[in-house]
């Protein structure tokens, strides 16, 4: 009542910002500016009632809406009939009749008001909206210091963590929310987007060894604001901060928690503040992936370690960069890079085995290096029990289920990863792959297409297109989507080799010759993996030598290798006895 009349009297709201956040703190802690400066025309009575409503101490503000309302009335009856020269008599009057129709509309918004809040009342729907689904929308940086970025993202994510280990709600992924950052959306646009019933959005700021955080609950579909606090403390008890922020919303939301999940959110725990700090940048440097992102990453992670060795998530970052620098990205050769994300990843369940990452993490280095199946399908199960909402669990369950032929499954969990993580092209692109291995080509270049919508300098989707159309027989189709891919990805070996096989797929085997030969001197300088150059004589019909170079990836354990029963370019290897004793070694399930 108090901010109506206020605006109805000055033409202004009485608090103003450029964000909700501040606005909020504006409300909560600032002196609105006094009605009769903004407006002189505003009697000394209004404005008296106005700031009266305005009060910060409830007990200060009127006690009743029956109190509010004779102290209107008493205005509207009192307010004199002022002395003003002629000229001026026509705007003076149009003023006193604005005041009193404000005054009169107030009066009816308070009757309407107080009818409204009595049946929502009675019918009940002014408890908590039934939430199920929330994001976290990335936390705006206070300091507005750009060097202090790595810590606003790492406390997101960090929060993010802490509310996906909650079985019964859906927690949206960093990746998908990191796109909101910086952005003026409106919250049910964003909710809307994300498919969530509700948001999450708070600020932060660190001052020395102090740690700031503003954080809200906003029932998206009505933006309505559930619950608001601000929490101050020392950077050396902000994992406790994290545990009792996540645990003020699930409170709020009345979510209900298992006795595992209660103990977790109850937990204390003490940080090294600089082992915490250097965490934060080894996470926000790794989340680039690209090679001298995931290097400075590993840097960050082994300073976190050096100054705190039992810090579990510093081992799970280290490892989970050394992982990315091999495989798919193929910046490192396995024996460079495969010892120590393992040895990481161990470490960090020896300190916590209640890490979901770590899990993943083990699950990957099982599965696509030393193809011990059944520990790595234990461990996927293992993450998705501890963390429901860890998109990269899903997805690499997706692969296990996929290499083994069982598409159906491995595309339920893909399109699990894909609903935690929307915007993400990866996770979007993910559903395509069991897809095209079961031969599905159309389904699957739909499936790319729709990544590109979300981004469309994604170079994996015109790669994966490009494969497709090969299959289809479309050659000169593939090599121009493949052909975007290189481009895009600036020259990836993993895309040249593709590129090569279309190639002499499509006959032109001297252009594929000729990729062959650079991929091979490239190799001298930096490593460039066995599996791509067997991919290329594949396409080029040498099955003796396709077999060679599959063997020379078989010695350094190619992650790609997993696909051997599914890849359709080696279609015609298969009743091939040398290749049938690859898959034995490589120990496919029956």
Known sequence: MGAVLYEMGTGHRPFQANSVLRLSDAIRCQPPVSPRTVNAAVSPELERITLKCLEKEPENRYQSAKELAVDLRRLGSSVPAPVVRPEKRAGNWRRRALL??????????????????????????????????????????????????????????ALITELAQIEALKVISRTSIMQYKGAKAPLPRIAKELKVDAVVEGSVQRSGD?????????????????????????????????????????????????????????????????????????????????????????????????????YALAHVGLAYSYLSLGGVLGFLSTGDFLPPAKAAAIRALEIDDTLAEAHDSLADITLQYEWDWSSAEREYKRAIALNPNYAPAHQGYGTYLEVLGRFDEAISERKRAQELDPLSPIR???????????????????????????????????????????????????????????????????????????????????EALKVLNDLRARSKQSYVSPYFIALIYAGLGENDRTLEWLEKAYQERHPYLVHLKVEPVFRNLRANPHFQDLLRRIGFPP
Do not use: C
């Open 100 to 157: 009193s129709v404000g005054i009169t509309i107030a009066l009816v918004l308070l009757v309407v008001g107080l009818k409204v809040d009595w049946r929502e009342r009675v019918r009940g729907n002014l408890g908590s909206p039934h939430i199920e689904s929330l994001a976290v929308l990335p936390l705006e940086n206070l300091s507005r210091d750009p060097d202090q970025e790595y810590f606003a993202d790492g406390m997101t994510e």
């Open 428 to 510: 979007t692109a993910d559903i395509g792959y069991p897809l095209y291995y079961s031969g599905k080509y159309d389904l699957a270049i739909e499936q790319y297409g729709r990544a590109l919508e979300l981004d469309p300098n994604f170079f994996w989707s015109y790669l994966w297109i490009g494969q497709a159309y090969v299959e289809k027989g479309m050659h000169e189709e593939a090599i121009t989507e493949i052909k975007k891919a290189v481009a895009l990805s600036a020259g990836n070996t993993r895309v040249l080799a593709t590129l090569a096989y279309a190639y002499a797929i499509s006959g032109r085997r001297g």
């Open 210 to 310: 102090k740690i700031g955080i503003n954080v809200q609950l906003i029932y998206a579909p009505t933006d309505r604001h559930l619950w608001a606090k601000s929490y101050e403390r020392d950077l050396r008890d902000v994992l406790t901060l994290q545990h009792d922020v996540a645990t003020a919303i699930t409170r709020e939301i009345r979510v209900k928690l298992t006795p595992q999940e209660q103990l977790h959110l109850s937990r204390a725990h003490v940080v090294n503040q600089q082992a915490y700090d250097a965490y934060l940048k080894g996470s926000y440097y790794s989340n680039r992936l690209t090679e001298q992102g995931l290097k400075k990453g590993v840097e960050y992670f082994q300073h976190a370690i050096a100054l705190d060795p039992n």
